[in-house]
């Protein structure tokens, strides 16, 4: 136990450190609007200054929100170029320099640009953009932070490039997981000039399958509001990309041994349409399309000989060689349709997604499967958080999968383990039905403050999960407490009906 705590403690310091060594927001910093000039931009730039807000401050270098980080408000950037790959819960403020949007990006509030331009890729998601191109601000240094004063432009910036790399010349973020072991993608991105599309070409390596998986994604922008996407490709899949980011998820498969997801392989080409409506505090986008996917089951088997290198646990049938169930091998096509909804007011933040699958299954030819036949499959997943004393905040997660008809294997969902309910072994149970219900309710200790941390976090929990293919899911349960200081904590859960006891810690990028 006090190696994993140490591992974890030593693999999430190292990510805090890269992230806080390129500018990433979070450390107090004052900004004083001296001067705010006139019109809306300086109005909305007035009230983020008013509302709860991170300031990263002015550089040389370009200000990056990688893959898999997330900012829970808005943030303001003064003076630096910015590219964003991550996710910013709020709205994101450029003052002084140009905003770029590269695939997989997602702002859920609006993308700013003051005195630069906002570049956005139909690869990426914002809740709305606005480029202010005829002022900015002058930044000056003062006690505690900067002061910002109006400044008239009238120069135009430049246009996007027609070919660019994302990532680190092209290089993406790449991910580690006991199917896979080291996947590895590279990708450029095309802009062909005077249309409205973005073309991302992409190969991935994995590693342990010794496979170069290759896809091309095309997305389009038919109106302010409207985009269309298109992804062609081979790749390996999951059901359970919900539980932990990719970068979590790697980290716990390279230190312990935990991969909170089973996996599939498929050659998929889907198409999505979404429409975009947004106020001053909500985000709605409702999507339609359509998917055609030809799948088979992938290692590692019932009895894996060995798998991806892990620190911890490299020889136990519950970690590292834990079998990914199988697949009914076969062609899936279907119709998709859902929404996501978003909601920040008043200290309330909540999001919620829907999406419905009404799909055909025909076996794989001369395979030992089930006949084809018809489903409909809706997965709902959301958030609500919100203040209640002071400085103590309610948070409630759930997600569900229901299921009508019969659906192949691969449509599955898990639950059990780190991430979802800590009392059952890793995923042990699964089906086309699941039900997961996570409530805690967070009270800060503010008479101790921690250098470079912050005050510890008490939170209550209660955790009801389970999963099955027939009828309404047995609900386990778990509750307890946990302490929480920066990225690490400590957790104490049981299960009341049972007895079952979990003592672990963990970090708070992961549930």
């Known amino acids: 136990m006090i190696r994993r705590v140490l591992l974890s403690v030593v693999l999430f310091a190292c990510i805090g450190f890269r992230a806080r060594a390129q500018g990433t927001p979070g450390a107090p910093v004052v900004v004083q609007l001296r001067d705010a000039g006139p019109g809306s931009g300086p109005q909305i730039l007035a009230a983020a200054l008013a509302a709860p807000h991170d300031v990263v401050a002015p550089a040389s270098s370009r200000y990056t929100v990688p893959v898999d980080a997330t900012h829970p408000r808005t943030v303001i950037v003064l003076g630096r170029t910015t590219y964003v790959e991550g996710t910013v819960h709020g709205d994101l403020i450029v003052v002084g320099g140009d905003l770029y949007m590269h695939p997989g990006g997602k702002i859920d509030g609006r993308a700013i640009a003051m005195g630069g331009g906002v570049y956005e890729s139909m690869l990426a998601h914002t809740g709305g953009v606005l480029a202010f191109r005829d002022f900015t601000y002058d930044v000056s240094p003062i006690a505690g932070g900067y002061s910002l004063s109006y400044h008239e432009l009238s120069a135009p910036t430049p246009a996007a490039p027609m070919f660019s790399l994302p990532g680190i010349q092209g290089l993406q973020i790449p991910s580690y997981d006991r199917t896979n072991g080291l996947s590895l993608p590279v ?267 912050g005050s510890p976090i008490i939170t209550l929990r209660e955790i009801l999960a389970g999963a099955t293919t027939s009828g309404f899911p047995s609900l386990a349960q778990a509750m307890g407490g946990r302490l929480s200081a920066g990225f690490a904590y400590f957790e104490l859960l049981v299960d009341p009906v049972n007895r079952h006891v979990f003592k672990g810690v963990g970090i708070s990028l992961a549930r």
Do not use: C, M
């Open 187 to 453: 990708a450029v991105l095309l802009t062909p000039p005077h249309t409205p599309f973005e073309i991302e070409p992409r190969l991935t390596y994995r590693s342990q399958l010794g496979r170069l998986d290759p896809s091309v994604a095309v997305g389009a922008l038919l109106d302010r509001r409207t985009t269309a996407r298109l992804d062609v490709g081979r790749g390996t899949f999951t059901n359970d990309a919900w539980i932990w980011s990719n970068l979590v998820n790697s980290g716990e498969y390279l230190l312990l041994g935990d991969d909170a997801r089973n996996y599939y392989r498929a050659t998929r080409a889907q198409a999505i349409v979404t429409r975009r409506w947004e106020t001053a505090e909500s985000l709605l986008e409702p999507y339609v399309g359509a998917r055609l996917e030809r799948a088979t089951s992938v290692r590692p088997g019932a009895n894996p000989s060995g798998g991806p290198w892990a620190l911890l646990n490299r020889h136990d049938h519950d970690d590292v060689l834990r079998f990914n169930p199988a697949i009914d091998p076969g062609t899936i096509g279907s119709f998709l349709a859902g929404a996501q909804w978003t909601l920040t007011s008043d200290g309330i933040t909540a999001r919620a997604r829907l999406d419905e699958e009404v799909g055909l299954f025909s076996p794989r030819a001369g395979g030992d499967t089930r006949g084809r036949s018809g489903f409909a499959q809706t997965t709902f997943d959301g958030s609500i958080a919100f203040p209640t004393f002071g400085t103590q905040r309610l948070r409630l997660e759930a997600h569900g999968v229901l299921t009508g008809g019969t659906a192949p294997r691969q449509r599955y969902a898990y639950v059990g383990g780190p991430g979802t309910i800590p009392t059952l072994d890793l995923l042990e149970r699964g089906g086309d039905k699941l039900v997961y219900f996570d409530a805690r309710y967070d009270i800060p200790i503010e008479q101790v403050v921690i250098p470079l941390v």
